[in-house]
């Protein structure tokens, strides 16, 4: 019990809790069970975003491009649809997820082979992605009237109380929970984050590694593109513009260190639903959703100051392949 | 084993023959590329070579610029700023707010440039007092230092600049040359002498190289990188008050998404992007370099998203290519 206690994650939980309940008390009705599993609905895809970040940052590195290929893998299958409705809605999200793939792949590939600094990679991936919609839909959008019914819907179907787009999320976060503790996969990613060097005597591949972090982003940003084209019924360039960043904050509030090796899935889902509490009780309590920008901003803030006093201060520093202090 | 980057970086102050170093640098490969550029887009478009589409085609880049070269200090030095935009948003905001009450002009400026320089000190504060990683830090007060100007602004705008504001974004100090464009060039000769110059310059590299060692040899880290997310600072809220006297007007949208683009230049520049190696040189090229490839094609009717693929494929070729170029020569003579 006391270890459970002394976790962040367990604290985490309580903000998000505290925050659900402190919302209900100037609005009842916020914290009934329909209304926080409709904050959850709305918090999936960041969720399954932030897994996928997640895996990239244990290794001490970063995928900026994420919103980009969510953007992109939408958009493409959004016109798949709008071209061929018959094509079943599985077929197509298997699609996304595999365009995100590739993509993905082109990160890793230039991380793992060439040796480019992952911020700098998917920088210009970042750029590249969403310029890339632009070309291939010619800079028109994809509307709801384009869509088949079945492409809207396969998120919104009610299965035992919650929409599908929940149960994607529940699905990929149990399957991410086993990978990252059951795996060797998975203690490879937190061992390269840890101290690369050792992990190499360990008989890591440490490029390998790196490379299969970035197809698991890809892929999953990819999967996300259908479901945000979906559960938003609306294909275009602008989809999810600027949204690296937040899945980056997720992953910080959750306790991820951006120096690598530390961080839980749980932590993850919590960081993401820590955004997603704020994002849909700040018009419930009357404060203007201008807020919210400045509220996340002072979070991640003082997210980094809570978990650098979580762990040993030393000469950790981003952008050095320094080794850790512990 | 391989530890990337860090093994392949090259230390400045390398010791064979300055004319060979001068020749096979990245500036001079940049400065090739700039020239090629400017044929091509003469070439290209009969519009190309006046000198008034040359000039209006300054100010595409030289607000990133100012900023690029504060920014490249602080890349060199193994941090990283990406607030930079969301200060340029909050400098506009504050300025627009004094407006409201009546300030004039010079004050306005002062406000803006005190703005951007209190934000970068506090992002200073953040990274040196408490030991902070500066990615994470700068990406959370990139959210809220625009924050506020949404919380002022909100879907609302502030305009009604005074006459007298406008000179700093829209006039020409001489014939064609803007007060922006001499303004970047008075900025790029200092940056210059700062880094490659004086001591301070090389306590940046000093940093960025080898943080321990530098201590140990009694430079003064936390000072030096704080003076440096200063400067940072300073740079934004004086090209905050550039761009919105370019504007005429403020929004809390303003300048969104610049922090990529300036990081961008300062990497095509040759700035290492983990730390110890860069010019201004190769900065300033990479300004160039940027503004000509996004005049040239915006003359050819290319919309800016798909000069957004040119300028991210430009920056993975060109971190790319040396290193592929290094393998095969490698290859060649192992």
């Known amino acids: 019990m006391t270890r459970v206690l002394r976790t962040r994650e367990f604290w985490l939980g309580v903000i998000v809790v505290a925050m659900i309940v402190g919302t209900n008390l100037r609005s009842p009705g916020f914290g009934a069970p329909g209304n926080v599993l409709g904050i959850f609905n709305n918090t999936s895809i960041l969720m399954i975003l932030a897994l996928g970040q997640m895996a990239v940052i244990l290794t001490r590195s970063i995928d900026l491009s994420m919103a980009s290929n969510l953007a992109l893998s939408g958009m493409i299958v959004a016109m798949i649809n709008a071209a061929h409705p018959e094509l079943p809605v599985p077929v197509l999200m298997a699609l996304a997820a595999l365009i995100g793939l590739g993509l993905g792949m082109f990160n890793g590939a230039l991380v793992w082979r060439l040796g480019i600094p992952a911020i700098v990679v998917t920088l210009g991936t970042l750029t590249i992605f969403r310029g890339l919609i632009f070309l291939i839909a010619g800079g028109k959008w994809v509307n709801a009237d384009e869509m088949s019914p079945d492409f809207i819907q396969y998120t919104r179907i009610v299965v035992l109380g919650m929409p599908l787009l929940s149960w994607y999320a529940i699905v990929i976060a149990v399957g991410f929970f086993l990978l990252m503790t059951r795996t060797s996969l998975g203690r490879s990613l937190y061992a390269i984050g840890v101290n690369p060097t050792a992990s190499v005597y360990a008989g890591i591949d440490v490029g390998r590694t790196k490379f299969i972090a970035f197809c698991i982003s890809g892929a999953l940003a990819g999967f996300c593109g259908y479901l945000w084209v979906s559960r938003y019924v609306i294909g275009s360039v602008e989809v999810a513009n600027g949204y690296e960043l937040t899945i980056v904050a997720s992953c910080v509030i959750g306790g991820i260190s951006i120096a690598g090796g530390v961080g839980s899935v749980v932590g993850a889902l919590l960081g993401a639903s820590f955004l997603g509490v704020i994002n849909s009780a700040l018009p419930v309590i009357n404060i203007s959703p201008f807020w919210q920008m400045a509220i996340s901003g002072a979070a991640i ?14 000469g950790r520093l981003i952008l050095r392949q320094t080794e850790p202090a512990k | 084993m391989k530890d990337d980057a860090r093994n392949t970086r090259h230390i400045p102050d390398r010791l064979d023959s300055p004319v060979r170093a001068a020749v096979l640098s990245w500036p ?28 209006d085609a300054t100010f ?91 919380i002022v602004l909100g879907d609302q705008a502030f305009k009604g600049y005074p006459p007298s504001f406008a000179f700093f974004g829209q006039g020409y100090v001489w014939w064609v040359v803007s007060f922006e464009f001499a303004l970047f060039l008075v900025f790029a000769c200092a940056y210059y002498v700062l880094l490659h110059r004086t001591s301070f310059g090389r306590w940046i590299f000093v940093i960025g190289n080898n943080q321990i060692a530098a201590r140990f040899s009694g430079v003064r880290v936390e000072r030096v990188k704080f003076i440096l997310f200063c400067l940072t600072g300073l740079m934004s809220g004086i090209a905050s008050v550039l761009l919105t006297s370019r504007l005429a007007s403020t929004r809390p949208s303003i300048a969104m998404g610049w922090e990529l683009e300036v990081v961008t230049m300062v990497v095509l520049g040759g ?41 991210g494929a430009l920056l993975i070729v060109v971190i790319a290519l040396p290193i592929v170029v290094g393998r095969i020569r490698g290859r060649s003579a192992g």
Do not use: H
């Open chain 2, 271 to 311: 700035v290492n992007i983990l730390g110890g190696a860069g010019s201004i040189q190769g900065v300033v090229l990479a300004a160039f370099i940027m503004g000509l490839v996004t005049f040239g094609l915006g003359l050819l009717n290319v919309p800016g998203i798909v000069m957004s693929i040119f300028i």
């Open chain 2, 60 to 150: 595409n880049f030289t607000e990133k610029a100012i900023i690029a070269l504060a920014m490249a200090l602080l890349i060199i030095s193994g941090e990283i700023d990406l607030s930079v935009a969301s200060i340029i948003a909050l400098a506009s905001t504050m300025m627009g707010l004094a407006l409201q009450f009546g300030v004039d002009t010079p004050g306005l400026v002062a406000i803006g440039i005190a703005t951007g320089l209190a934000c970068g000190a506090f992002n200073g504060l953040l990274v040196t007092r408490l030991g902070l990683p500066s990615i994470v830090v700068t990406i959370g007060t990139m959210s809220f230092f625009r924050g506020i100007s949404f």
């Open chain 1, 301 to 314: 803030i003082l997210a980094v100051i809570l978990n650098a006093r979580g762990e040993k201060r030393g």
């Open chain 2, 28 to 55: 001079s490969l940049l400065l090739a590329v700039a020239i090629g550029l400017f044929i091509l887009n003469s070439l290209a478009s009969p519009y190309f070579l006046s000198p008034w589409s040359l000039s």
